[in-house]
């Protein structure tokens, strides 16, 4: 699960308003039940890569609706993102070609950052460790999938929430589902995107970027590009900079480049709490 919120009266765990949210285990119940307890009436869910806990979310829901009380469930997830599926899949099919090259010669197998092996089916199951990390070789850069957290405003955007998880499993799925700026926006109506923790593609972009000891300004200019992506995506009212207050130094850093883009760009920024950290 993700933390994510909306703008406006929505504040986050633990805030005197009323909506919360976490980013841990348990069962969506239990979840709502915190909520509730401590005076909040709002709250939303983005399992990794899926839908799967949406369900369980609606049945309780449901069933405290019954006992009076107010409540609304956000109905999200924090998708795998790619900035293009076709340049991925290219990148891929490249990878495997220059492995099946260096067999054919009868030279060792090198060992991949990840299995090789096709997982067909089950639960997606996150690695923080191996999704944030900043190192990477240019040759499995294609490796790489980024956070974006995505939520529907209303039944249109439910609609097309469930639709972007269907296609990134039938068009994106490689070990783990993926989406990518072409397919959010022809799914956009009615969704609200954050662009998610240290994991997300602003983040790892200016992490990266960083390290590179690329300039603060030519940052700057790579960050809009993707802005207005996802703006043409979903609209500038749906999209939203993400900001978390940890000890991470490169959480930091990630703040930094999102509250200057938040000023240049007029884009509003959200604060969440990752509950891991």
Not at 101 to 113: L, V
Not at 216 to 225: A, G, P, V, Y
Request: proline share 3%; glycine share 8%.
């Amino acid at each position: 699960m993700s933390i994510i919120r909306p703008p406006s009266r929505f504040v986050g765990l633990h805030a005197h308003s009323g909506f919360s949210t976490m980013d841990g285990l348990g069962y969506p119940a239990q979840h709502i039940d915190f909520v509730l307890k401590n005076g909040m009436d709002a709250w939303a869910l983005t399992d990794h890569g899926s839908g799967n806990g949406l369900a369980h979310a609606h049945t309780h829901t449901r069933k405290i609706k019954g006992k009076g009380y107010k409540y609304r469930q956000i109905y999200g997830v924090e998708f795998y993102f790619v900035p293009s599926l076709t340049d991925w899949a290219k990148k891929r099919e490249a990878h495997f070609e220059a492995k099946r090259a260096k067999n054919d010669e009868g030279k060792p197998e090198q060992t991949d950052i990840l299995a090789e092996e096709e997982v067909t089916g089950g639960l997606v199951v996150e690695d923080e460790e191996e999704t944030k990390t900043v190192e990477m070789d240019d040759a499995d850069d294609w490796k790489r999938r980024y956070h974006l957290v995505v939520f529907a405003k209303n039944r249109a955007g439910l609609k097309n929430l469930f639709n972007l998880v269907k296609r990134s499993y039938v068009e994106g799925y490689y070990k783990f589902p993926r989406i990518d700026f072409e397919m959010l926006k022809e799914h956009g109506e009615g969704l609200c995107v954050s662009t998610a923790c240290v994991g997300g593609l602003m983040a790892s972009h200016s992490i990266r970027a960083e390290a590179l000891n690329k300039p603060f300004e030519q940052i700057q200019r790579e960050l809009q590009n993707y802005t207005d992506k996802f703006v043409d995506a979903v609209g500038i009212d749906n999209f939203f900079l993400e900001l978390q207050f940890n000890k991470l130094s490169i959480q930091h850093t990630n703040n930094r480049h999102l509250i200057e883009l938040s000023k240049a760009t007029g884009i509003k920024t959200i604060a969440t709490a990752d509950s891991h950290y």
